[in-house]
């Protein structure tokens, strides 16, 4: 499995998945398609399929323009989410294949969006899987609940997202993992790999390099979001359960000036 960074926009990525066998590819919401197929032909990567995790216009506005470019091309979308240009609707559990080895679980994550969409990718038994998470999933952040509730989101990141493999790779839409370090320091001054990572991802932001994927296992780690289970966690935002706690974070986060 071959993945390639797309910069998009101001902060966005797009992904290409490729199948390294039969050099047949996927494309994560492909909001700018002349990039993609530009990075896919220099890699001689043939795309066969656009993932769309939600329907907003930095994630999904790719597509119409997708299908034009590379006629056939399917377009993948959640059920319930109104995905433009989408010729494919997936719901939690559906599978799909790329190539020779790679197979693609689509994860329902509502909240950010109803209709929100976690692709879950596998490969040959030794390779890392990988987890393309979006807007409900970000380095050491989560998305706004914008069509969903604390409840929800506690779901997708805490029950869905939070039981994948711990060495999986997570791909977010976003570049805000600076900003959201700030943040997590602020709920855990003392947490170390929190210090130790923001030191990190400023380094490489500063060299003009992505601090995208992470791990689930770094994002327990370093997440407040994905560690609400800690009753630690709950007594520093004043809450006595994780739902509540995470809805507590997420007014903290709205409201905070970094």
């Known amino acids: 499995m071959k993945i390639l960074h797309v910069p998009s ?4 990525y ?5 199948d390294e066998s039969t050099k047949e590819g996927a494309v994560v919401d492909p909001v700018e398609p002349e990039k993609v197929l530009e990075v896919a032909n220099s ?3 043939n795309l066969k399929l656009v993932l769309t995790t939600h329907h907003h216009r930095d994630h999904a506005g790719g597509n119409e323009k997708m299908k034009q470019l590379v006629p056939g091309i399917k ?7 109104n995905v433009k240009g989408c010729t494919d609707k997936v719901e ?34 030794d390779e890392q899987p990988a987890v393309f998470t979006g807007d409900t999933l970000f380095i050491a952040g989560c998305g706004k609940f914008f069509e ?40 855990e001054p003392d947490n170390l790999r929190i210090q130790q990572k923001l030191t990190w991802a400023q380094n ?20 407040p979001f994905m560690r609400v289970d800690l009753p630690a966690l709950q007594e520093k935002v004043g809450c006595k359960s994780p ?3 995470l809805r507590e974070l997420r007014k903290l986060k709205d409201n905070w000036k970094g």
Not at 14 to 18: D, K, L, R, T
Not at 204 to 223: D, F, L, R, V, Y
């Open 14 to 18: 797009s992904y290409i998945i490729a």
């Open 92 to 125: 939690n559990g559906d599978k799909v294949s790329l190539g020779a080895d790679l197979n693609i679980l689509a994860l329902h994550t509502p909240c950010h969006t109803k209709g929100h969409i976690c692709y879950y990718v596998t490969g040959k038994k």
């Open 43 to 45: 890699h001689g990567i």
């Open 75 to 81: 377009v993948y979308g959640g059920l319930v989410d």
């Open 243 to 245: 739902v509540e706690a």
């Open 9 to 12: 926009l101001q902060d966005t």
């Open 204 to 223: 490489q932001k500063q060299a003009g390099q992505p601090t995208i994927p992470s791990t689930i296992e770094e994002e327990m780690e370093t997440n």
């Open 148 to 187: 969903g509730t604390a409840e929800q989101m506690y779901q997708s990141l805490c029950v869905t997202l939070g039981s994948l493999p711990k060495p999986t790779r997570v791909y977010c839409d976003h570049e805000y993992t600076v900003e959201n370090l700030q943040f997590a320091l602020t709920i």
